[in-house]
């Protein structure tokens, strides 16, 4: 299967700052997902990242709080922009991978305080 | 309407005990697959075993089985000879693969599984 590699796996961040969290994947690959998951919740889809195009983003999230950036076929990055404490979940990014359905990296725990 | 339902938001198992964790979804797609995840306190999130719709048996993968009544809308995951390291939190999800959610995996809110020595 795909690896990805995620950083940071962990930080505290202040309220109203910016945070990039970036994922590299040991192979190439069409899409990259982004997802949100908020203490004692599931995940939730924030957007889809295909390589030279525009993210995809769900309803409820938007570029300017969330912005991607997907420059080639093997790395991504979310940022998470002007962040409060709502804003403190894992995140996690993933690749669909033909052998093992969908890959994730190890996910980001942020802290706003 | 919520796709993906997981109704037991805790379970409780002896070590070596045969588990089952229920889901059941939604999907007026004749083509999707159901996965099962399992999330430890770390935060990862491990593939464990995939169904696809048009799949006749019942997935398997070592310990774990998928048990697909598709008339249902059921996947269950049974999780047998329980070990201590099963404990965690276990997400069921689907890939619906037409439509406007292609590609797109939606997750149950997850059972928290706990096996007792």
């Known amino acids: 299967s795909a690896v990805i590699s995620q950083k940071p796996s962990r930080d505290i961040c202040q309220r109203g700052t910016s945070l990039t969290i970036q994922c590299q994947v040991d192979?190439?690959?069409?899409?990259m997902f982004w997802y949100r998951q908020q203490p004692g919740q599931s995940l939730t889809l924030i957007a889809t990242?295909?390589?030279?195009?525009?993210?995809?983003?769900e309803s409820g999230f938007v570029i300017d709080k969330f912005p991607i950036s997907r420059p080639n076929l093997t790395f991504s990055t979310l940022t998470v922009s002007n962040m409060s404490p709502e804003d403190s979940s894992i995140y996690l990014c993933?690749?669909?991978?033909?052998?093992?359905?969908?890959?994730f990296g190890s996910g980001t725990r942020l802290t706003v305080v | 309407a919520q796709k993906i339902t997981q109704t037991q938001p805790g379970m409780f198992v002896q070590e070596k005990e045969a588990v089952t964790l229920d889901c059941t979804y939604d999907?007026?797609?004749?083509?999707?697959?159901l996965f099962w995840y399992k999330q430890p306190s770390s935060g990862e999130m491990i593939f464990l075993i995939y169904?696809?719709?048009?799949?006749?048996q019942n997935a398997t993968e070592g310990r774990y089985s998928l048990n697909f009544q598709k008339a249902r809308k059921s996947a269950n995951l049974v999780i047998s000879a329980s070990q201590l390291g099963d404990s965690a939190m276990y997400f069921c999800?689907?890939?619906?693969?037409?439509?406007?959610?292609?590609?797109?995996?939606?997750f149950g809110k997850g059972t928290l599984l706990t096996v007792n020595p």
């Open positions: 993933s690749v669909e991978d033909r052998a093992y359905g969908y890959t």
């Open positions: 192979s190439q690959v069409t899409m």
């Open positions: 990242a295909n390589q030279g195009s525009e993210a995809t983003y």
């Open positions: 999907t007026s797609d004749q083509s999707y697959g």
């Open positions: 169904q696809g719709s048009y799949d006749e």
């Open positions: 999800a689907m890939r619906e693969i037409s439509g406007g959610s292609n590609y797109k995996l939606t």
